[in-house]
């Protein structure tokens, strides 16, 4: 591994913005995993090598903390939620958070996804008579705004308030690839008039979500049960004899915006990449094809077959693996760090490249090429995969995202053929915080008859 500075020049010149994400992973796993840039007079560590990944967010997790303009735009959107909180905070949240993603509480969840995207997908069996669909990523994004309000709430959000969601939030996402320049939060200011704009499109989305929350709270009221993470955590709560839920407190906001944008953009822009997958490689598609209709018969519901589909899981984390939701995850040093390799200075920036982590070639045999089989056999990589974290700061949400994508899946074979779109491109870039493709290329679903 190599201490020497790198000139940051063009690593962050605009012209490579959306493919920063991929230099900062080749800058760091050509050094070894560990790499310095200078840039702006600022010192950046850009970490590839999972073991060195693994030191930082273990030993040394409290002296790095999320900072930046990037941030802070996240946190106007989100609020104090787990996605921008640092140190006990976050770690709080995140025990608040624990016990209405265990194992058993997912599996309760699971049916009621499963009947949400029913309802989605079977809107768009119905106009697809005539032919094939063409499905946006917008579209998949929106389907996965309903899922996310009845998985939460236990009903789901209004049409009106799902266009409004979307609109307000993705917009609020623009701004993010309008500072330059970006991707390491430098430098670290924004428009007065872009701020302002932001603070009123995330008011609107926050009074969406806090009417939603009075909804609940007035049908628990009524003592109707729902099978959602709002009444798992109360219960939850009440059971261990805590003070129940004081919902209009602030923390308890943070929770419900923590709850709802941890899992709303990357849950959906995981399926965006499976399908663009199955388009352009069709042996792909029969695999998974043959898989769950061997398994999905009249007598045997979905969630009760997820454990079987193991060659459908291994897919899924493969494209998990080349296509991370969030390819790199920035923080900064708040004091001297000694660690394995040396001394990070405090003020440094540090990026734990997850793209980089995942393109190793000290850790993956052929990084580059698409192989389901590296996850078959139960074969975990559990320190060599990063797309949730590791440790205590690893993603709660980690079987439920998974669990998710595999029952979309799933819904989609038994109800349409993926059209074989061997030009469909994937290619990827990262305009602003998610892995995005290169183009908006629609996919192709044909009804199965």
């Known amino acids: 591994m190599t201490t020497e500075f790198i000139c940051g020049k063009e690593i962050f010149s605009p012209k490579n913005r959306p493919i920063r994400y991929k230099l900062f992973a080749k800058t760091a796993n050509k050094a070894g995993g ?3 840039i200078k840039f702006l007079q600022k010192n950046i560590l850009v970490v590839s090598d999972p073991l060195v990944a693994k030191e930082l967010y273990t030993k040394h997790a409290s002296g790095l903390i999320r900072s930046g303009i990037s941030n802070g735009i996240i946190m106007e959107m989100v609020g104090s939620s787990v996605l921008t909180v640092n140190g006990d905070e976050w770690l709080h949240l995140r025990q608040d958070i624990n016990p209405s993603l265990s194992d058993l509480a997912v599996d309760a969840y699971l049916p009621s ?8 997908l079977d809107n768009w069996f119905e106009g697809s008579s005539s032919g094939a669909i063409s499905i946006l990523p917008n579209d998949l994004l929106a389907s996965s705004y309903y899922v996310k309000s009845r998985l939460i709430f236990g009903n789901e959000f209004s ?4 266009i409004s969601l979307v609109d307000n939030d993705t917009t609020c996402l623009a701004y993010l690839a309008k500072i ?10 924004i428009p007065f008039s872009a701020k302002n704009s932001i603070k009123k499109l995330t008011g609107m989305s926050a009074k969406i979500l806090l009417k939603n929350l009075d909804d609940y709270l007035i049908r628990r009221g009524n003592c109707i049960e729902d099978i959602c993470i709002l009444d798992s955590f109360y219960g939850e709560r009440l059971a261990r004899g805590r003070c129940p839920l004081q919902f209009g407190q602030q923390k308890q906001i943070d929770l419900i915006r923590t709850l709802f944008y941890s899992s709303v953009a990357t849950t959906s822009t995981t399926i965006v990449w499976a399908l663009r997958i199955l388009s352009a490689k069709f042996q792909v598609w029969e695999i998974i094809k043959s898989e769950i209709d061997s398994l999905l018969t009249d007598d045997r519901s979905l969630p009760d077959v997820l454990p079987f589909m193991h060659k459908t899981r291994a897919f899924v984390l493969e494209v998990m693996r080349c296509y991370p939701a969030v390819p790199s995850i920035l923080k900064e040093a708040v004091s001297d760090i000694s660690c394995s390799f040396g001394v990070i200075p405090k003020g440094s920036a540090v ?13 993956w045999q052929n990084p580059a090429e698409f192989s389901m089989d590296r996850f078959e056999l139960n074969a975990s990589h559990h320190e060599t995969f990063w797309t949730f974290g590791l440790g205590s700061h690893a ?6 995202a998974i669990s998710e994508v595999m029952i979309v899946l799933a819904l989609l074979v038994r109800r349409f053929c993926v059209v074989s779109q061997p030009s469909m491109s994937l290619d990827a870039n990262c305009p602003s915080i998610f892995l995005e493709p290169m183009d908006s290329q629609a996919f192709l679903l044909e009804p199965r008859l």
């Open 351 to 363: 990026i734990v490249s997850i793209h980089g982590i995942h393109t190793n070639p000290l850790y």
């Open 34 to 36: 560990v790499a310095w």
């Open 113 to 120: 996804i499963a009947d949400s995207y029913v309802r989605r």
């Open 395 to 400: 993603c709660p949400g980690r079987m439920l």
């Open 180 to 189: 330059a320049p970006s991707g390491a939060n430098f430098p670290s200011w």
């Open 159 to 162: 049409d009106e308030e799902v």
